[in-house]
């Protein structure tokens, strides 16, 4: 008997790969994007870059008209900035101390009355939508007409403040000054807070939305209390919000400009000299653009380290946690 040994199977030969063809990248994003680079070239870019030319400069009331020829000086205007021994560095110093603390109350309470309201609000009940929208309405008022506002009401002689107060309640005898004295810092940190905490509530209560509300009730069963689902449900789901929320809260109110300068005028009084006032009247008061120039250029290295080590630090926290 013989047996026939079949020949093992050939494997079929590998089709032949065609080459692939390069895609050609499209060009029109790119030319999408070239009115939002032209407009950010001409509004940050250019302006920041002058500015920064200026610093340089011994721009004063004396080279207004030929102020390209300005003489360059280097990095004096700096140095007189910094100069805590000088009038000048001293008055920059009180206006940034000034700034500090009032950008730490405003941001604090805008924080705390946001989000007391986005968690007063979070449950549903009868006139909830009216609320929202009355909460909602220093946001949408514009700044000027608003503390425009503010100014007439905390007029000594006239504003409806001191009416209240002393000839309705009787609770002072003598008119105090609002917007002159040690209560211009308190009227501006209420005008601030005033402005920017509908903002807070507005984030907050978005962030809410997203907090599923079985991790509340399952905290409830637990026997946790107000206190401490806030503490342990509400804060720690809006860590991604308060992030992004404190650091636009920081940056808004320590370069706020129109505020102060729309209830007090050209000249803050010293307890209230934000220092964006202090860096206008050093420009455009006393006319030294090359000195306003250096602290403005100073106060945008002080703002970027601040934001830069805050983002770092709270991205490190979140990959810790």
């Known amino acids: 008997m013989t047996t026939t040994l079949s020949a093992p199977d050939e494997a079929p030969p590998e089709p032949t790969r065609k ?10 994003p790119y030319l999408l994007l070239i009115p ?23 721009l004063t009331q004396f080279h207004i008209r030929d102020w390209s020829g ?21 008055e920059l110093l009180h206006s940034f101390w000034v700034t500090i603390a009032c950008t730490i109350l405003v941001v604090g309470l ?13 449950r549903p009940f009868r006139g909830r939508a009216l609320l929202r929208t ?14 425009i506002i ?54 907050l209560m978005a962030g809410l939305q997203g907090v599923p509300q079985d991790l509340y009730e399952a905290a409830y069963m637990d026997g946790a209390g107000f206190w401490r689902r806030l503490r342990a449900v509400t804060l720690p ?28 005028g050209k000249s803050a009084p010293d307890q209230a000299d934000l ?16 000195l306003g120039s250096a602290m403005s250029v100073c106060l945008l290295l002080f703002l970027s380290i601040v934001s830069g080590l805050y983002l770092f630090f709270t991205r490190k926290a979140r990959a810790d946690a």
């Open 150 to 203: 503010w100014s007439f009401l905390l007029q000594r002689d006239t504003g409806a403040l001191n009416h209240v107060l002393v000839d309705q309640l009787h609770l002072v005898d003598d008119r105090p000054f609002w917007l002159i004295g040690g209560n211009s810092f308190w009227s501006l940190v209420i005008v601030m807070v005033w402005k920017h905490w509908p903002f807070a509530f507005l984030c």
């Open 110 to 122: 805008s924080y705390g009355l946001g989000l007391a309201a986005a968690v007063l609000l979070q």
């Open 19 to 28: 080459p692939r063809k390069r895609r050609r990248t499209p060009a029109l």
């Open 134 to 147: 009355l909460f909602l309405t220093p946001y949408a008022l514009p700044v000027y007409a608003a503390v």
């Open 275 to 290: 220092i964006s006032i202090h860096i206008y009247e050093s420009s455009f008061v006393t006319w030294n653009f090359g």
């Open 237 to 264: 789901m809006l860590r991604p919000v308060n992030q992004v929320l404190l650091l636009v809260l920081f940056l808004w109110t320590f370069n706020d400009f129109n505020t102060p300068y729309v209830l007090f």
């Open 36 to 58: 939002a680079i032209v407009l950010e070239l001409a509004v940050h870019v250019i302006p920041m870059l002058t500015g920064i030319w200026m610093s340089l400069r011994e």
């Open 70 to 90: 300005a003489p360059f000086i280097g990095l004096d205007n700096y140095k007189v900035s910094l100069d805590v021994d000088s009038a000048t560095g001293k």
